[in-house]
């Protein structure tokens, strides 16, 4: 293959609507925080330059719609994934029953080569809300249900007081570059592409 | 048709797979070439691997996938790029280079990405380039190849907008040039997506459905934009106010397309910041109205105050801003306009929408019971004319309407403030209406609510209507099942118990207002809710007796009694003949206490007359006797005339039951009519006495009937039972009743006893065993009583 080093890491970030994963990647990418709550349409990715030892690598943060009526096209930006994001909400139970879905959903749909060892963190966002009196989800038990998934990282972040945020993703990408598996080496069948071109549609020009 | 279905899927895998292979393989030369640094070919090479994109066969969803593989592969040419233009090459001579590839699709492609590195550049300002790329774009029109062209511009310029703040500002351009850009190309996408509608056939339905079907997959290319515009750090509430929410909404509203006004209303709501929403309710609500008639108005609008009550659920101190505002006028208006606008729309929707307004008002203005009436008042409004609602999702959304006040206030009380929940309640047809009514009453019980306002108390019953009386729309109550009847009836009955005030004079209008209502209930209805309203009454009654003196035209018991009696005629009439005959006693006892002997008088009357007319089976005679004597010995009220009246009638009847045992026993009982304990009684010992032998005569009679018929005395009973009768009254000092007599008495009882013919039973012989123990212990006990039992022998 090319001696180009492969060095953008693609990473997924999945959740329920509303705990977060929009904030917490502009946290992270732009250092920026609003309250107002926008829901995310689709999927899109920010990236972000970051030094893991002593290599420099980018980061593809695909940030993702957590309500399904936003998801039309489909899940097809999972395939390639290098690492996998699950946020939750702390102050809200069913967005940490749900972490289960999400994890299977995306298995399912990226279908990594190895999905035993396939690299996930947790992340459980809003710690900060109330003062973490409102909190329904233990950290006990948020780190017993990361172990029991093959030891994901658990980490608790705050992407509005920006805590925890940086620990989290330098282990995401660190996490990620380890995944990174030798890509399909693709040989052409033929010397000759152009012999081996298929009839092209009778579309229009355009 | 599956069949079909599975070929179609397949084939659609195969094409996608073809094109993924050449995309695979053009792009392992593209990357060759980019390796050796060899321009020329890199961009053939990606053009060829970018033709792959113009194939009209695949699905939104595979397209993407498709999207997805050229998408990676051209982050390396940018990368390629980029440092080719490190290196020095001039990215408007890149610029000018890819305009050479041979189809537009392709050409379109590598000029965005190359356009991209130019902006970075900033060799050429961003708005410019912005501008180019967004009118160049125009060349694709295919809807699905324009679609994801255009999202990919979007996707690849998302971080190079000239925005307030960001690298690109100044001289690339200003927020303005970026909400331009952002704006043209949302109109233009939003142009192609609507116009697939209208390509292929409106009639078949096969046909459209796949069409509806792709364009839903497409529509997240389209918000997209407008998550866009919500990011733009320049788009502040002046500039959303003054130029983005009503370019916006002009493109939706003018676009004259169902599907896409929906979603992109759903997109507005969902992708810019509540503040933004409540600053421009006005006009995003203006648009309501104008939207085709079969969008899902409903869901946009609920969504939006499921939104806002969220936020202001969230941040209390917004709630300032919401009355600012006039956020709730300014919805139950557009709620309002939009039913009147939309004359197509379902009555659910409709109705739903007043439920989306109520859940707004409970969550943000839970104190303004006035909004809340005005919701419940709009949807009677609308409901109007319309007779009873019988469509089943209709039905509920107006029980949900009805119900969630209840569960927020949990106060009845509260809830009948509400002017038009009767209303809204009574466009439920009956068997609805009357559901709706037990909720009314359980929340009532569970919660403990007393309702002492007699004006309340009306408007409650008004809501109660069809438990209450037979309303035009039952059917007959012999009709109804008689369990949940029942069951229902008794509910409205144990309502008159939280049906309570302190002063007497509201009390009794309460209670009369209930008899009123009760009164339309027909007999079915009258044996349930009837009696509570004698106990109530007869309460009431003794509330006054403590007061002692009223007021001029004040409450008094006479007036009470009068009511009861009047009452207590309407159960006899049903007729309830044994239940009036109870309450007749009932009210004769009290009257006694209040010293009102001609009401008591009258009372007792009554309940003879009952008794005389009415009750003819020889069992409810029996009990009706009893209760008669029971509450005649309590009954001191009575001069020597009235009182002999009454207790010869008692008697009287006791000696003509049917069965001799029964007499016997009805007529030992009278006895205690002539031997009161209370400091007025009459104590008249030689009728005591004559009662007494008349009921021995009486059980003598039913033996030899017994020995007559059957053959047995049969068992002793009846004596074992006058025996104690005498004791009783032999302890009570009565100086007819002698040692002589029980004597007597004992003797004949213990001769029966062992004669041939007695029948044994147990339990009398038990009762005979314990009642010459007694005797025996009475003696044993000495002083006063052991002298009196002196005399009686045992054996």
Not at chain 2, 104 to 130: F, M, N, W
């Given at each position: 293959?090319?001696?180009?080093?492969?060095?953008?890491?693609?990473?997924?970030?999945?959740?329920?609507?509303?705990?977060?994963?929009?904030?917490?990647?502009?946290?992270?990418?732009?250092?920026?925080?609003?309250?107002?709550?926008?829901?995310?349409?689709?999927?899109?990715?920010?990236?972000?330059?970051?030094?893991?030892?002593?290599?420099?690598?980018?980061?593809?943060?695909?940030?993702?719609?957590?309500?399904?009526?936003?998801?039309?096209?489909?899940?097809?930006?999972?395939?390639?994934?290098?690492?996998?994001?699950?946020?939750?909400?702390?102050?809200?139970?069913?967005?940490?029953?749900?972490?289960?879905?999400?994890?299977?959903?995306?298995?399912?749909?990226?279908?990594?080569?190895?999905?035993?060892?396939?690299?996930?963190?947790?992340?459980?966002?809003?710690?900060?809300?109330?003062?973490?009196?409102?909190?329904?989800?233990?950290?006990?038990?948020?780190?017993?249900?990361?172990?029991?998934?093959?030891?994901?990282?658990?980490?608790?972040?705050?992407?509005?007081?920006?805590?925890?945020?940086?620990?989290?993703?330098?282990?995401?990408?660190?996490?990620?570059?380890?995944?990174?598996?030798?890509?399909?080496?693709?040989?052409?069948?033929?010397?000759?592409?152009?012999?081996?071109?298929?009839?092209?549609?009778?579309?229009?020009?355009? | 048709?599956?069949?079909?279905?599975?070929?179609?899927?397949?084939?659609?895998?195969?094409?996608?797979?073809?094109?993924?292979?050449?995309?695979?393989?053009?792009?392992?030369?593209?990357?060759?070439?980019?390796?050796?640094?060899?321009?020329?070919?890199?961009?053939?090479?990606?053009?060829?691997?970018?033709?792959?994109?113009?194939?009209?066969?695949?699905?939104?969803?595979?397209?993407?996938?498709?999207?997805?593989?050229?998408?990676?592969?051209?982050?390396?040419?940018?990368?390629?790029?980029?440092?080719?233009?490190?290196?020095?090459?001039?990215?408007?001579?890149?610029?000018?280079?890819?305009?050479?590839?041979?189809?537009?699709?392709?050409?379109?492609?590598?000029?965005?990405?190359?356009?991209?590195?130019?902006?970075?550049?900033?060799?050429?300002?961003?708005?410019?380039?912005?501008?180019?790329?967004?009118?160049?774009?125009?060349?694709?029109?295919?809807?699905?190849?324009?679609?994801?062209?255009?999202?990919?511009?979007?996707?690849?310029?998302?971080?190079?907008?000239?925005?307030?703040?960001?690298?690109?500002?100044?001289?690339?351009?200003?927020?303005?040039?970026?909400?331009?850009?952002?704006?043209?190309?949302?109109?233009?996408?939003?142009?192609?997506?609507?116009?697939?509608?209208?390509?292929?056939?409106?009639?078949?339905?096969?046909?459209?459905?796949?069409?509806?079907?792709?364009?839903?997959?497409?529509?997240?290319?389209?918000?997209?934009?407008?998550?866009?515009?919500?990011?733009?750090?320049?788009?502040?509430?002046?500039?959303?106010?003054?130029?983005?929410?009503?370019?916006?909404?002009?493109?939706?509203?003018?676009?004259?397309?169902?599907?896409?006004?929906?979603?992109?209303?759903?997109?507005?709501?969902?992708?810019?910041?509540?503040?933004?929403?409540?600053?421009?309710?006005?006009?995003?609500?203006?648009?309501?109205?104008?939207?085709?008639?079969?969008?899902?108005?409903?869901?946009?609008?609920?969504?939006?105050?499921?939104?806002?009550?969220?936020?202001?659920?969230?941040?209390?101190?917004?709630?300032?801003?919401?009355?600012?505002?006039?956020?709730?006028?300014?919805?139950?208006?557009?709620?309002?306009?939009?039913?009147?606008?939309?004359?197509?729309?379902?009555?659910?929707?409709?109705?739903?929408?007043?439920?989306?307004?109520?859940?707004?008002?409970?969550?943000?203005?839970?104190?303004?019971?006035?909004?809340?009436?005005?919701?419940?008042?709009?949807?009677v409004?609308?409901?109007?004319?319309?007779?009873k609602i019988?469509?089943?999702?209709?039905?509920?959304?107006i029980v949900?309407?009805l119900?969630?006040?209840?569960?927020?206030?949990?106060?009845v009380?509260?809830v009948l403030?509400l002017g038009h929940y009767g209303q809204l309640m009574a466009t439920l047809e009956f068997e609805t209406n009357k559901v709706m009514a037990v909720l009314v009453i359980?929340?009532i019980?569970?919660?403990?609510?007393?309702?002492?306002?007699?004006?309340r108390v009306e408007a409650l019953f008004q809501l109660l209507q069809e438990l209450i009386r037979d309303g035009e729309d039952a059917p007959p109550v012999?009709?109804l099942?008689?369990?949940?009847f029942?069951?229902e009836q008794?509910l409205v009955a144990?309502l008159l118990?939280?049906l309570?005030?302190?002063?007497?004079?509201?009390?009794?209008?309460?209670?009369?207002a209930a008899r009123k209502q009760f009164g339309l209930g027909g007999?079915r209805r009258l044996?349930f809710t009837?009696?509570?309203?004698?106990?109530?009454?007869?309460?009431?009654?003794?509330?006054?007796?403590?007061?002692?003196?009223?007021?001029?035209?004040?409450?008094?018991?006479?007036?009470?009694?009068?009511?009861?009696?009047?009452?207590?005629?309407?159960?006899?009439?049903?007729?309830?003949?044994?239940?009036?005959?109870?309450?007749?006693?009932?009210?004769?006892?009290?009257?006694?206490?209040?010293?009102?002997?001609?009401?008591?008088?009258?009372?007792?009357?009554?309940?003879?007359?009952?008794?005389?007319?009415?009750?003819?089976?020889?069992?409810?005679?029996?009990?009706?006797?009893?209760?008669?004597?029971?509450?005649?010995?309590?009954?001191?009220?009575?001069?020597?005339?009235?009182?002999?009246?009454?207790?010869?009638?008692?008697?009287?009847?006791?000696?003509?039951?049917?069965?001799?045992?029964?007499?016997?026993?009805?007529?030992?009982?009278?006895?205690?009519?002539?031997?009161?304990?209370?400091?007025?009684?009459?104590?008249?010992?030689?009728?005591?006495?004559?009662?007494?032998?008349?009921?021995?005569?009486?059980?003598?009679?039913?033996?030899?009937?017994?020995?007559?018929?059957?053959?047995?005395?049969?068992?002793?009973?009846?004596?074992?039972?006058?025996?104690?009768?005498?004791?009783?009254?032999?302890?009570?000092?009565?100086?007819?009743?002698?040692?002589?007599?029980?004597?007597?008495?004992?003797?004949?009882?213990?001769?029966?006893?062992?004669?041939?013919?007695?029948?044994?039973?147990?339990?009398?012989?038990?009762?005979?065993?314990?009642?010459?123990?007694?005797?025996?212990?009475?003696?044993?006990?000495?002083?006063?009583?052991?002298?009196?039992?002196?005399?009686?022998?045992?054996?």
């Amino acid at each position: 293959m090319s001696g180009r080093k492969r060095t953008l890491l693609k990473v997924i970030i999945l959740g329920d609507s509303g705990v977060g994963k929009t904030s917490l990647m502009n946290q992270y990418v732009n250092k920026k925080f609003s309250n107002q709550y926008k829901a995310t349409i689709g999927a899109d990715f920010l990236t972000k330059e970051v030094q893991v030892d002593d290599r420099l690598v980018t980061m593809q943060l695909w940030d993702t719609a957590g309500q399904e009526r936003f998801q039309s096209l489909g899940v097809a930006f999972y395939r390639g994934a290098d690492c996998c994001v699950l946020v939750y909400d702390v102050n809200v139970n069913k967005t940490f029953d749900n972490l289960d879905n999400w994890r299977e959903e995306f298995l399912i749909q990226a279908s990594p080569s190895d999905p035993e060892n396939f690299p996930f963190v947790v992340l459980g966002n809003k710690v900060d809300v109330d003062g973490g009196n409102s909190r329904v989800v233990s950290e006990k038990k948020a780190k017993a249900w990361s172990a029991s998934k093959g030891n994901i990282p658990y980490f608790e972040t705050s992407a509005k007081e920006d805590y925890n945020v940086d620990a989290a993703f330098q282990i995401i990408a660190k996490n990620a570059l380890k995944n990174e598996t030798e890509e399909e080496i693709y040989l052409p069948d033929t010397i000759d592409v152009n012999a081996q071109r298929p009839q092209k549609s009778s579309g229009c020009e355009c | 048709m599956n069949e079909h279905s599975i070929t179609a899927t397949e084939e659609q895998e195969k094409w996608l797979a073809d094109a993924q292979n050449v995309v695979k393989q053009q792009s392992f030369y593209m990357r060759k070439a980019l390796d050796s640094s060899n321009l020329r070919e890199a961009l053939k090479y990606s053009a060829q691997m970018l033709v792959e994109l113009r194939t009209s066969k695949l699905s939104p969803q595979k397209y993407y996938e498709l999207y997805m593989q050229t998408f990676d592969e051209l982050r390396h040419l940018e990368a390629f790029f980029q440092e080719e233009s490190k290196r020095g090459r001039s990215n408007a001579d890149l610029y000018e280079l890819v305009q050479h590839a041979g189809n537009i699709l392709p050409r379109l492609y590598l000029l965005i990405t190359v356009g991209s590195v130019y902006i970075r550049s900033k060799e050429a300002p961003a708005k410019d380039i912005l501008k180019d790329l967004v009118e160049m774009s125009r060349g694709v029109q295919h809807p699905i190849r324009g679609l994801f062209l255009r999202s990919y511009l979007s996707q690849i310029s998302k971080d190079k907008l000239p925005d307030t703040g960001s690298d690109y500002e100044g001289e690339g351009g200003t927020i303005h040039d970026a909400v331009e850009f952002v704006l043209q190309n949302f109109t233009e996408m939003n142009k192609l997506w609507v116009r697939m509608q209208h390509q292929g056939s409106a009639k078949d339905k096969a046909d459209r459905e796949k069409r509806e079907k792709e364009r839903s997959e497409l529509r997240d290319l389209v918000g997209k934009n407008l998550l866009v515009l919500s990011q733009l750090e320049g788009v502040d509430l002046e500039l959303y106010k003054s130029t983005v929410l009503p370019r916006v909404l002009e493109q939706v509203v003018n676009c004259k397309d169902e599907i896409a006004q929906g979603y992109l209303m759903d997109c507005i709501i969902q992708v810019f910041p509540d503040e933004y929403h409540l600053q421009t309710l006005e006009t995003l609500l203006a648009a309501c109205p104008q939207l085709q008639p079969k969008v899902d108005i409903k869901s946009t609008m609920a969504g939006l105050m499921e939104r806002l009550a969220n936020y202001a659920a969230a941040n209390s101190q917004v709630l300032s801003v919401f009355a600012e505002v006039e956020a709730f006028e300014k919805l139950s208006t557009a709620v309002a306009t939009v039913v009147e606008a939309q004359v197509d729309m379902p009555l659910v929707s409709a109705v739903s929408l007043h439920v989306a307004l109520l859940n707004f008002v409970l969550r943000c203005h839970a104190d303004r019971l006035d909004y809340v009436d005005s919701v419940l008042g709009s949807c009677v409004k609308m409901l109007a004319g319309q007779g009873k609602i019988r469509e089943a999702k209709s039905v509920k959304a107006i029980v949900a309407l009805l119900s969630e006040p209840l569960a927020q206030y949990g106060d009845v009380v509260t809830v009948l403030q509400l002017g038009h929940y009767g209303q809204l309640m009574a466009t439920l047809e009956f068997e609805t209406n009357k559901v709706m009514a037990v909720l009314v009453i359980q929340s009532i019980l569970k919660n403990g609510t007393r309702i002492g306002d007699c004006a309340r108390v009306e408007a409650l019953f008004q809501l109660l209507q069809e438990l209450i009386r037979d309303g035009e729309d039952a059917p007959p109550v012999d009709q109804l099942d008689q369990e949940d009847f029942a069951e229902e009836q008794n509910l409205v009955a144990r309502l008159l118990h939280v049906l309570v005030n302190d002063d007497p004079e509201e009390q009794f209008k309460i209670l009369s207002a209930a008899r009123k209502q009760f009164g339309l209930g027909g007999p079915r209805r009258l044996v349930f809710t009837l009696p509570p309203l004698v106990v109530e009454s007869l309460k009431l009654v003794r509330r006054l007796q403590a007061r002692g003196e009223v007021e001029e035209g004040g409450v008094t018991p006479k007036k009470v009694f009068q009511f009861l009696h009047q009452t207590v005629e309407a159960l006899a009439n049903v007729p309830a003949p044994e239940l009036a005959f109870r309450l007749y006693l009932l009210c004769a006892e009290a009257a006694s206490d209040c010293d009102l002997e001609p009401i008591a008088y009258e009372f007792f009357t009554q309940a003879f007359i009952l008794y005389e007319e009415d009750i003819a089976d020889s069992k409810a005679q029996v009990t009706a006797l009893q209760l008669m004597t029971g509450t005649l010995q309590r009954t001191v009220v009575f001069g020597t005339e009235n009182r002999d009246t009454l207790t010869h009638k008692a008697t009287g009847y006791s000696a003509k039951l049917l069965k001799k045992p029964d007499q016997c026993r009805a007529v030992y009982n009278c006895s205690h009519l002539f031997w009161q304990d209370q400091e007025k009684g009459t104590r008249d010992g030689e009728r005591v006495l004559l009662c007494l032998k008349r009921a021995l005569r009486i059980a003598n009679a039913a033996q030899q009937q017994a020995n007559a018929t059957r053959g047995s005395g049969g068992p002793v009973t009846l004596f074992v039972e006058i025996l104690n009768k005498y004791l009783y009254h032999f302890d009570k000092g009565n100086q007819q009743v002698t040692t002589t007599v029980l004597q007597g008495l004992l003797e004949l009882i213990s001769t029966e006893v062992n004669s041939e013919s007695a029948v044994q039973d147990p339990a009398t012989e038990a009762f005979y065993a314990s009642t010459l123990k007694h005797i025996s212990f009475q003696k044993q006990k000495g002083g006063e009583a052991g002298d009196r039992y002196e005399a009686i022998k045992v054996q």
